[in-house]
């Protein structure tokens, strides 16, 4: 994998964990610190990746296969990371990414139950290598964080899941940020959303000025 001059960053978290908003000030974040930030989305991010989330969100195909739902979302992601996020990396731009990897180990292995070396082997084979320098997991209960997304619009097919499958999602998330501490930090998203920004800042302003190992 060649060496890249940017920073790849990710945010991670179960339904209504804010993910939206909190993006968006880290966002503002890392161009007040003067970087030129690439922001995109998965499973998204291009033409191809957008028809897939459709597919993959959408109740057209209510009862898509576990595996069939796995090999469509690293579809979407080697697409994803040829066209946009190893170019803007390669450029020296910074990445901001709503969600990546972490998501698939989180939904479709803990919250579907596929193994997770199978997981590992679709990683190493799109990514070679490649993982995010720094990922900010923002964790609530998973009942706050549903009856936060249900106030939304309509429940996309994730959604529209039992509350079991989103707390094997949130248990595997947090599996994740144990065992790479470094990389992953986990933000308290269940508290007001100024303090949740504050957490942010405090993690962004140490990752930008190098004092994380991320």
């Known amino acids: 994998m060649t060496v890249n001059k940017g920073k790849f960053i990710t945010v991670e978290g179960g339904e209504g964990a804010g993910k939206s908003s909190n993006l968006a000030f880290i966002r503002d974040l890392l161009e007040q610190a003067g970087h030129e930030v690439v922001f995109t989305r998965e499973p998204g991010g291009t033409a191809l990746g957008e028809d897939i989330r459709d597919l993959l969100l959408g109740h057209k195909h209510t009862g898509m296969g576990r595996d069939t739902e796995l090999l469509l979302m690293f579809a979407a992601r080697a697409e994803h990371l040829t066209r946009i996020i190893l170019p803007a990396l390669n450029a020296g731009k910074w990445v901001l990414c709503d969600r990546f990897t972490d998501a698939s180990y989180a939904y479709q292995g803990g919250g579907r139950g596929i193994d997770m070396d199978r997981i590992n082997v679709l990683e190493e084979w799109v990514q070679q290598g490649l993982k995010p320098d720094l990922t900010l997991l923002l964790d609530l209960p998973v009942k706050t964080g549903l009856d936060r997304a249900g106030q939304r619009s309509e429940p996309d097919r ?30 308290d998203a269940a508290v007001p959303l100024g303090q949740v920004q504050e957490q942010i800042r405090l993690v962004m302003q140490r990752f930008v000025q190098g004092q994380l190992d991320g």
Do not use: G, K, P
């Not at 707390?167 to 599996?175: D, G, Q, S």
């Open 158 to 187: 994730f959604e529209a899941e039992q509350h079991a499958f989103f707390e094997r999602v949130r248990e595997t998330y947090l599996a994740i940020a144990e065992q790479d501490r470094a990389r992953v930090q986990v933000v």
